[in-house]
């Protein structure tokens, strides 16, 4: 597994497992090395291509000429060199509403693979409790077809808020678990908090702020601008999309549904399905970013299954 420029995320698998982390652009890494230092004479069963989100949002896109747009082509000297079984491209929807998936479709069978895709999923229909719409493509040397992936897709009963982090303890503004370095509430401002004790409980929004309350910035503003900051989460529904900003009560609905808080760290990483007992590394903004940015590990482990069909034919 290896970094790449502007936080893309290149996970190497083979058999399942990780092998070596590389750090750097991924203008600057050299698929040989891969091949020599972390592979030798194994074969590659899956290689997973993760590009930056931003310049395939909706709103990036509407600016255009983003040169990170580009960096997934870079992916293309890894297929070449290293041959892997399958290539999973996995990003927000825009993906495939760009132009790119054609160009890569090209590129890709210049090398032998055929692209199956794009095909928007909602990680919530593959068990992972959080309503997060994701673009996935899908290459192989064996021809398949958006089609053949949806069916073979699961469609797995809804993980609610409830069902995932409602056995936490509670927790106020400034608390920690002592018996979980994760579980801890941020200290709010005494402003923020005297907002959320007006939000109602189990999935309240903003609009129930009065007047002397309201955020400047969206005043004079229809119902459609940021209707998710300051918002609670439902108990008995998924999550919303989790971002970097997922304990931040002023990037969307990350409030708890009862407690006057953002959810902590470890209610995040729940919500994207890690294991409790992943260990991360780095400061609170750092895990933040991690857990944000993750591929729900749920997600993949339900698209394990259709991997291993088209390895094994």
């Known amino acids: 597994m290896f970094y790449a420029k502007e936080e893309t995320l290149w996970q190497m698998y083979t058999h399942y497992a990780v092998y070596e982390l590389y750090e750097d652009d991924i203008e600057n890494v050299d698929p040989s090395v891969i ?132 056995t936490l303890p509670s927790l106020a503004t400034g608390e920690y678990d002592p018996d979980d370095n994760l579980h801890f509430a941020r200290n ?14 189990d999935g309240g929004s903003r609009f129930s702020l009065p007047e002397e309350l309201i955020l400047n910035c969206h005043r004079d503003r229809d119902d459609n601008s940021f209707p998710d900051v300051y918002g609670r989460m439902a108990w008995d529904d998924v999550a919303p999309t989790l971002t970097t900003g997922c304990t931040d009560l002023t990037k969307g609905r990350f409030a708890h549904p009862e407690d006057d808080r953002a959810i902590s760290l470890r209610e995040a990483a729940l919500l994207q399905t890690f294991p409790r007992t992943y260990r991360f590394v780095g400061n609170y903004s750092q895990i933040a970013t991690q857990i944000g940015n993750a591929v729900p590990v749920r997600m993949i482990e339900n698209l394990v299954p259709f991997f291993r069909k088209i390895i094994r034919g």
């Open 35 to 166: 091949r020599s230092e972390a592979l030798g004479d194994s074969g590659l069963d899956l290689l997973i291509v993760c590009a930056p989100c931003q310049p395939f949002s909706t709103q990036n896109q509407k600016k255009g000429n983003d040169p990170r747009e580009r960096l997934i082509f870079h992916s293309l000297k890894f297929v070449e060199e290293l041959q892997p079984n399958i290539v999973f491209f996995e990003n927000v929807p825009g993906l495939g509403s760009s132009n790119i998936h054609d160009d890569l479709r090209c590129e890709l069978q210049g090398l032998g693979y055929h692209l199956a895709g794009p095909l928007n999923v909602d990680a919530s229909d593959l068990g992972v409790p959080q309503r997060r719409l994701r673009c996935i493509m899908v290459a192989s040397k064996k021809p398949i077809t958006a089609c053949s992936i949806s069916h073979s897709l699961p469609r797995l009963p809804l993980q609610t808020v409830r069902q995932t982090i409602g």
């Open 188 to 201: 709010h401002r005494p402003i923020a908090l005297r907002r959320l004790s007006h939000i109602p409980k």
